[in-house]
């Protein structure tokens, strides 16, 4: 856990703790690379099927360009945020997900929208 910023939309600001994690560049690399690699290499030999070949020769590799594309862009995640609520004041226990910038994350008291700040940024 560590500590964050928690900001509401009408301007108040709290403090909590989140479950970080941090994916280094060598890490995404590490992911994205081989669905690149394995893409081009399917596509490769998918050029034996009749017909199908036509297509799936750049589909495939294509396809896993982007779903490469999708593994490097996804920076870290933010699992869990504890604090006070900076817009109802109540004990907050909300459920994060995937890093996005700015990251969200509901109250489970009051339903309202959570701005989470790290203390040091995502790689
Ligand atoms: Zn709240």
Same mark, same amino acid.
């Given at each position: 856990m560590e500590s964050v910023s928690l900001k509401a939309?009408?301007?108040?600001t709290g403090q909590g703790e989140a479950d970080v994690v941090r994916f280094s560049?060598?890490?995404?690399?590490?992911?994205a690379v081989p669905i690149a690699i394995g893409g081009f290499v399917l596509g490769a030999a998918s050029i034996v099927?009749?017909?199908v070949h036509l297509i799936s020769t +750049?589909?495939?590799?294509?396809?896993?360009?982007?779903?490469? +594309?999708?593994f490097f862009g996804k920076r870290g995640?933010?699992?869990?945020v504890?604090?006070?609520c900076p817009a109802?004041?109540?004990a907050m226990d909300a459920e994060g997900g995937d890093w996005e910038d700015p990251m969200y994350v509901r109250?489970?008291?009051?339903?309202?929208p959570i701005q989470v700040l790290l203390a040091s940024p995502m790689p």
């Open positions: 939309r009408e301007g108040g560049n060598g890490q995404r690399l590490s992911k099927i009749p017909g +750049w589909a495939i590799p294509l396809l896993s360009l982007g779903i490469a +594309w999708y995640s933010v699992r869990r504890t604090g006070t109802c004041g109540e109250c489970d008291k009051c339903e309202k």
